[in-house]
């Protein structure tokens, strides 16, 4: 299992990026898939939630102006995010759960100016 994250950048408030995380070695559709976040001297949080089925949630502060999404046919999970504020700088993390294991990909800077 192998996930590659991109598409963090500098961003001004109000702006949008849309972030990638390209996985191998499984089918992402067949597992929940999610968008962590972790901004300097903070846990590592869950931002947003896609289950197998399609099924998205979301962390409270995003919702309505992130989107999860997937394309089977790249195998690829976005994180779309609209009206982005200063909050939302971190670091963003895609993430699986399988077969007992939690992976991670490699982490894309997010940072949003004032």
């Known amino acids: 299992v192998q996930l590659q994250a991109s598409g963090g950048g500098l961003v001004q408030a109000g702006g949008s990026l849309r972030l990638s995380c390209a996985a191998s070695?499984?089918?992402?559709?067949?597992?929940?898939m999610s968008w962590y976040r972790q901004a300097p001297g903070n846990q590592r949080d869950i931002v947003a939630r896609?289950?197998?089925?399609?099924?998205?949630t979301y962390k409270a502060s995003v919702k309505g102006r992130f989107t999860i999404s997937r394309d089977n046919a790249k195998n690829t999970v976005y994180l779309q995010m609209n009206s982005l504020t200063p909050e939302d700088t971190a670091v963003y993390f895609c993430?699986?759960?399988?077969?007992?294991?939690?992976?991670w990909g490699q982490g894309t800077l997010v940072t949003v100016s004032s």
């Open positions: 993430s699986t759960f399988r077969d007992g294991n939690r992976y």
């Open positions: 896609l289950t197998s089925g399609g099924t998205p």
């Open positions: 070695g499984f089918i992402t559709s067949s597992s929940a």
